[in-house]
């Protein structure tokens, strides 16, 4: 397990948002993105070069150490990444993955659950979103419902769907997410209830 990769942040935390919302996980932030989406709340994830490169190794016993149940590779755009040995490392040692991914880049590594939050900016490829336990698309004015509805024939039958608010725009767009939601009924509503709280 010789591998490294750059990595932005780690640390122990509740799921916020989506499917897994108020489950202890813990958090790997890897470095690299392209996407570009201008609301992103983690930036400073794009560039790979401003980060440390961290071995295999030292992440899963990071996430023992903590003595997480769960780990989610998130980023950045984790799919820039080969992410075959880090999984196989984390089940090694008895611990689930969850991917949280744009869905831009070919699927890798083996996951216990796939979120794919799909973005206008670059399209998901239609392999990952078929794969997708969750789709979470996030909304930042009444264009996106239409844009999101459109998703539904793309995943598979089992996919839980999910409408979140744009942070900066969270109380509009609440609302908007309310009212679709409420006439397609298929959708559920994901709040970044991490950030209501004040928790990483």
Known sequence: ?????PVVEQFYTLQGEGFYSGVAAYFIRLAGCDVGCTWCDTKESWEQSKHPLLSISSLVEAVLTA????VVITGGE???HDLNELTTAFHLAGIPCNLETS????????????CVSPKKFKAALPANLIQANELKVIVFNKHDLEWAHGFEQ??????KLYLQPEW???EAAALLCTEFIK???QWMLSLQVHKYIAIP
């Not at 793309?154 to 996919?159: D, E, I, K, L, Y």
């Open 103 to 114: 869905g831009v880049y070919p699927l890798s590594g083996e996951w216990d659950w796939v």
């Open 78 to 80: 984790p799919l820039m």
């Open 154 to 159: 793309q995943v598979n039958a089992n996919c």
């Open 168 to 170: 900066s725009k969270k």
């Open 67 to 70: 003595n997480a149940k769960r």
């Open 183 to 185: 006439a397609h009924p």
């Open 1 to 5: 397990m010789s591998k490294v990769y």
